[in-house]
């Protein structure tokens, strides 16, 4: 079961959040799932069984903007530590982990570096690297598709608007496994994406011009035992990117899958979450 929520923040704006525990009785670990763009915050349901035989509980939330939660136009990715910190606090959690994907990759790793006394271990699936990544050529392997939208989001917010209201065509370019996995059990994502697609581009603009503006956080700030997944024919966010975090993040693991695109990377899920409860068990 996940219980729903919504929770009023301190500025007077709700967060939607979701929660599979039992409320404050529930002593397991808790791990707070990131979501990608666009997306709602639902927890992974193709990760519950795992979760449960590892005893691990979820956590999560709409990012402003996306389902039941108030916009917050302007937001930078470390916003997501404040928001994260504040859901926690309601449920009575002190201590948690994070997971997140694609877009939802550099909230989880804000998490991490901005509250090191309070993450636990941290999965970083298909994540971007920051915009200003010295040494990397963000662009570099990316879908034309997805170039065009994110050097959109660079120009600023209006040149986002007008290629959002152009109707160009984003293709991720996905490759015969994600089809694959999209077909199989994390058909689930259609249920996050649809919704959230729906709703209009104003969530997915504010999470775009995030990503290529200033994070907030320098990710090697974190101190948490860290995975990170990366599919190498992934064209929606190219492996070099995990491969910049593995070298600037201190005590990170890189997992890359030579066949794995941007959705099938997420079948290492289960594996990674089971590997991560262990580096939280053994940090050396």
Do not use: Q
């Amino acid at each position: 079961m996940t219980r729903e929520f919504d929770l009023r923040l301190g500025d007077g704006r709700t967060l939607h959040a979701y929660d599979t525990g039992d409320g404050r009785a529930d002593d397991r670990l808790a791990v707070v799932w990131h979501h990608g763009t666009p997306n709602l915050g639902s927890p992974p349901a193709p990760l519950f069984a795992a979760a449960d035989r590892l005893g691990l509980r979820w956590v999560s939330y709409d990012r402003p903007g996306y389902g039941g939660s108030t916009p917050d136009p302007g937001r930078d990715v470390a916003s997501a530590a404040a928001c994260t910190a504040a859901v926690a606090d309601a449920l009575g959690i002190e201590r948690f982990a994070v997971v997140g994907h694609s877009g939802g990759g550099p909230h989880a790793l804000a998490c991490a570096a901005l509250l090191p006394e309070r993450v636990a271990g941290v999965i970083a699936a298909a994540s971007l690297a920051p915009y200003d990544a010295e040494g990397l050529d963000w662009y570099a392997g990316m879908a034309d598709s997805g170039v065009a939208s994110l050097r959109a989001a660079a120009a600023g917010r209006e040149a986002k608007k007008r290629h959002e209201r152009s109707g160009a065509e984003y293709d991720p370019e996905f490759t015969p496994d994600d089809l694959a996995a999209l077909a199989g059990e994390w058909h689930w994502l259609h249920s996050v994406v649809g919704p959230a697609a729906a709703a209009g581009p104003a969530a997915l603009i504010d999470d775009d011009l995030a990503y290529v503006h200033p994070w907030g956080f320098d990710p090697a700030r974190i101190t948490a035992p860290l995975l990170l997944l990366h599919g190498e024919r992934d064209r929606v966010v190219p492996a070099a990117h995990g491969a910049w975090l593995a070298r600037h993040c201190p005590g990170a693991e890189l997992r890359l899958t030579p066949e794995d695109g941007h959705v099938s990377v997420l079948t290492g899920a289960a594996d990674a979450l089971a590997r991560l409860c262990e580096r939280m068990a053994d940090p050396a």
